[in-house]
């Protein structure tokens, strides 16, 4: 048994400490938000935060972060200025890697509250989208970023 | 698939892919928030895309798939537009399989060909405009007036005397009236939705975890497979030994199917990890020596004469002899996967007389028959959930159903509800790709820098050929997909030729966003360009003077150019390179702002791309395909390619496969022309310039002329050496 806190919630597992976290999730916790796009770090679809660090779910064994706060997509509230300069911006396409992209923009904002473009850069190139919605992207990181300050 | 729209449905039928029929039942609701809402008592429902409950809410049920392209939204604003309905009570769900939802030009249930808008405008608006006239005559009905005297207005019937019931309140009484034959359309000039930009629906589920893909599907007891297939196109299993395998914790059974071997488990690590166990001894079949050099070679030496003829006015042969100046060049485009963010899988649940699919698809009625047939069932046996798709691309419209058929395969063999997940390496290495193509063309000019020739070889494998819709498509033995957009050169040329060998490989190749177009533009984009540049002319001006008669493509070009400052001085080491083409009824123009550093990498900056796609539905949805189809065709220019050695593909996932990632994404500009032409397409026109585009961008830069796609850093890098 594997002790996982996600979301705030905690749950005891039966798997193997090996399996990668992002199938524990997907499968166990039937909490299906966080995607499956590479299983090799590649692509960012898995990204989930850990302690609050984007990590990539895929490669993560569940044994890792046993104990750990884990948060997923759904655990970010509605009202999260990411989300909301997402929805703002019209961001998503088919939608499929977003999640793993609002993760990792959440974290950037943590870190950076008021990101450059070089920030931007560096803490989104790990995440692919195949639709190409990156200008969009950067526009609502920026948009996030502002709606933050005057909150 | 841009030419299928000019058939006529008469000749899909003859095709016979259009087989058996359906109920309407078993609707799927791909949004979680609306899936536990119960259905109202009472609805009135006047047609199959349409349903009113006694609650005020709308359902409309769309035919089409929704895989980013913003039909969810952009349907539903036809509909609306005509129905008057309140937009916030709208819910969406797919559409199962039945001939009401197929394709109005296709004969069959299919999301392609950049053709859901177009084809769908006149139908949708009626169903709407039905609803709202049955709805206001029992309106009226009940309050014994004319019905002239009231009027419909966001989910509410209105009488001039002040009287007003909602939709919701006129359900019942409405389901009871008969259906009228005509109705009135309203005046486009009047529309308040149609042409404005609103808010995709499906935006919120997408950021909160709740909107369900194919990998997404959930049933109790469901099982996961993995399928292990064959490293060569054309090979099978010839032994297996499946002991290893058999002892990983979690794994089931395995089984042989026809794709290969499957390792059915209780969740995708065990299959994985029972997969890499598995001992197969493999037959190549004809294709274990495959090699893209010998590849290239051999279609190299083809596109040196002249294949069947597709196009050809005047004297080209001779007139490129007697032109005061000649230029010839080859190009080729490689290989390419569509690789969507989802990788394939299809979810089945299979009984003795009953099964049921939920995959995101883009080509139902020809999936839904195809797992008939394996299942042993009639089709209307057969029930296909639509979910979204995490990117399609025109991977999720394969003819061959592959990745369903294999999941009846190994459901038949489970006996339990499985899901098939393809991991990305599978996908990349599964087939089903962008044909590699070859091209030569000559060109001739007058001493005056007039464009007097023009012969344009093109080499590569057909993807209709051998599928159920050769005998409409393949004409002459020319497949139309292979020479779109080379065939209808808009230049004024008056000698031109253009041909085709068909080649026959077992690597098996499908329609790839914007088909024919995501090669022939850059070919024929890149070569204007080296005639301009030869015949001593500005590449906007030389490309201008030669579409006279093409008024639309003038009009985008002249838009993009202005936009762009096209002649304008730019910082240092940028410079420009344009592009303009046609593809599935629209028109798109766009300039690239590029600069290349001392090792030959690109660095693409900023795009300004003009559209001309007729009557809009929702500008914003454009705005975000042009965007979308530069970057994908972008990561087309600069990176992809799917190569072979001894048969077996070299690439398997996105370090081998790289995409454009943030870092490499330039600004858009999108410019929309105001229009009043019959829509055109949008999902996939802003793809074929963005090579070209820049291409020519990078001419402008270094004078090294990229023929081939991926550009190559490495040529570059010398010619920039040499010049
Ligand atoms: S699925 Fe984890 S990085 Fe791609
Ligand atoms: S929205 Fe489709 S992959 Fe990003």
Known sequence: MIPLNVNGKTYQVDVEP???????????????????????????????????????????????????????????????????????????????????????????????????????????????????????????????AGAKKKG | MSEIIKLSRRDFLKTGAVLGGGLVLGCYLPFGNSAGAADPATTFAPNAFIRVGSDDTVTLIINKSEMGQGVYTSLPMLIAEELACDWKMIRIEAAPVDPVYNHTVFGLQVTGG??????????????????????????????????????????????SGGKKLSYG???????????????????????????????????????????????????PGLLTAMVARPPVFGGKVASFTADKAKKVPGVVDVVQVPSGVAVIATGFWPAKKGRELLEIVWDDGPEGGLATPALRERYASLAQSPGLVARKEGEPAQAVRQAAKQLTAEFETPFLAHAPMEPLNCCVDLKSDRCNIWTGTQFQTVDRNSAAEVAGLKPEQVHLHTTFLGGGFGRRA????????????????????????????????????????YDRISAGLDDT????????????QSIIAGTPFEAAMVKNGIDESSVEGAAEIP????????????????????????????????????????????????????????????????????????????????????????????????????????????KGTIKVHRVVCAIDCGRIVNPDTIRAQMESGIVFGLSAALHGAITFKNGRVEQDNFDGYPVVRMNESPTIEVHIMPSTEPPGGVGEPGVPPIAPAVANGVFAATGVRLRTLPFNTKTLQDGMGKG
């Open chain 1, 18 to 144: 090996e399996v990668p976290l992002l199938w524990v999730i997907r499968e166990q916790l039937k909490l299906t938000g966080t995607k499956f796009g590479c299983g090799e770090g590649l692509c960012g679809a898995c990204t989930v935060h850990v302690d609050g660090e984007p990590i990539r779910s895929c490669i993560t064994p569940v044994g890792d972060v046993r104990g750990k706060k884990i948060v997923t997509i759904e655990g970010i509230p509605v009202r999260h200025p990411v989300k909301q300069a997402w929805l703002a911006e019209e961001v998503s396409q088919c939608g499929y890697c977003q999640p793993g992209q609002v993760m990792s923009a959440v974290a950037l904002l943590k870190k950076h509250p008021k990101p450059t473009d070089g920030d931007i850069d560096s803490a989104m190139s790990g995440n692919i989208c195949r639709c190409g919605t990156y200008p969009r992207i950067r526009i609502a990181i920026h948009r996030a």
């Open chain 2, 114 to 159: 950049s053709t859901s808008v177009r084809t769908e405008w006149e139908r949708l608006s009626k169903a709407g405009a039905t609803a709202r006239e049955m709805l206001v005559a029992a309106a009226a009905k009940q309050w014994k007036v004319d019905p002239a005297t009231c009027r419909a207005e966001n989910g509410f019937v209105l009488h």
């Open chain 2, 169 to 219: 309140q006129l359900a019942d009484r409405t389901a009871k009236l008969p259906v009228p034959k005509e109705v009135r359309l309203k005046d486009p000039a009047r529309y308040t939705i149609v042409g404005k930009p609103r808010h995709r629906l499906d935006s919120p589920a997408k950021i909160d975890g709740t909107a369900v893909f194919g990998i997404d599907a959930q049933l």
């Open chain 2, 398 to 437: 394969n003819p061959a159903s592959d990745f369903v058929r294999e999941a009846v395969h190994v459901a038949k063999a489970a006996g339990k509800p499985v899901k098939v997940i393809w991991t990305r390496d599978d996908d990349m290495k599964g087939g089903y790709y962008r044909p590699f193509w």
């Open chain 2, 449 to 460: 820098g007039n464009l007097t020739a023009w012969q344009h070889t093109i080499v590569g």
């Open chain 2, 491 to 598: 230049y004024a040329i008056p000698n031109l030729q253009v041909d085709l060998h068909t080649t026959k490989l077992l690597v098996p190749v499908l329609w790839w966003r914007s088909v024919g177009h995501s090669h022939t533009a850059f070919v024929v984009e890149s070569f204007i360009d080296e005639a301009a540049h030869a015949a001593g002319k500005d590449p906007f001006a030389f490309r201008r003077a030669l579409l006279a008669k093409h008024p639309r493509n003038r009009g985008v070009l002249e838009l993009a150019a202005a936009k762009a400052d096209w002649g304008k001085p730019l910082p240092a080491g940028h410079s420009r390179g344009i592009a303009v083409h046609e593809s599935f009824g629209s028109f798109i123009a766009q300039v690239a702002e590029v600069s290349v550093d001392k």
